[in-house]
């Protein structure tokens, strides 16, 4: 911060000598106005002795003339080159006193509506942050100078979950969905916070906020891994293992978080044994998905196409469903409980099931322009399956 104070105070030196300067040139005119009156009163009085001598009979008429312009003359060479006084209207103390206020009122107005602590800030996080602490200390200054900040307020309440201090990151995230609007990412990690905030006990709020996130994204990771932990937990192993086989599905292949995820299933399903019950086997469908030729001549490379797979005889909407596009065909995806919609209907759970493969240009999964449809097949059957997009979308 030196160097922007002796900026600003170079700054101010410069405001100082547009006001200060008009007050130095009148203290040299007024000394000009005080030598000139000198001259003239001595000229009065060398034409006053002048006087004097023509009585007395010392100078006559014509010497006395000749006295008098000599002394004009000396009168006109001292007064040369001096200007003429100018009238100020403002007067002295005007300018003084705005010299004065200059600076204060500056440093004033700055520190109420400046940004220093803005500033300070920038030049604090161009450095490393030396701990986890000094990196919280950073995140909760740059919150309380961009209060509006919602990107500043999540990586605060990320800080704090890192601290183990949830009750602080439930209320900051509380702040930032508030701000950035209810994503599914931010209501997961508001939901998590709350769970942990609440010492673990599982709450109708953070029901309704993970039931939210997985409704506007049935894949976000924070909300299915919560749920697993409350579900082992509450020693509802099955559910557990579920809810933790669908975000293993997420992460990629490299994600060193996969080690630990399969982890925590094993120990689910150890805990399951232990209490008398079977782990349920897993329901996986593949499916190999391609266009007809009149349909690969008409659609686009960036249109969507929806993968899932549908109960014969039960509810509509999908039971695992995969998104691609055109351009990615042929593919290969597998369906199983991993990508059910909702946790109430998985795949295992009804015994028939039609696959099915639409394209939407407008990336909606419920119409689209063509589609491709299975006979009903067994939802235990693992033989690879073939799909066809030849149809119009009615």
Known sequence: ?????LAAGLLLLIALSFLLIPVLRGRRAQREEDRTALNVALYQERVAELQVQQDEGVLNAAQLDTGRAEAARELLADTEGVEKPRESRLGKPLPLLAAFLVPVLGVALYLHYGASDKVELTREFSQPPVSMQDMTRRLERAAAAQPDSAEGLYFLGRAYMAQDRSADAAKIFERTVALAGRQPELLGQWAQAQYFADNKQWSPKVQALTDEALKLDPKEVTSLGLLGIAAFEGQRYQ??????????AQLPAQDNSRVALQGGIDRA??????SGGTVAAKTVMKVRVDLAPDVKAKALPTDSVFIFARAVNGPPAPLAAKRVTVAELPVTVELGDADAMMPQLKLSNFPEVQLVARISRAGQPTTGEWIGRSQPLASTTTALQQ???DTPDK
């Open 1 to 5: 911060m030196i160097d922007f104070w």
């Open 239 to 248: 559910e557990a293992i579920d809810y933790w086989n669908r975000l293993l």
């Open 269 to 274: 399903a150890e805990k399951l044994k232990e």
């Open 387 to 389: 799909l066809t997009i």
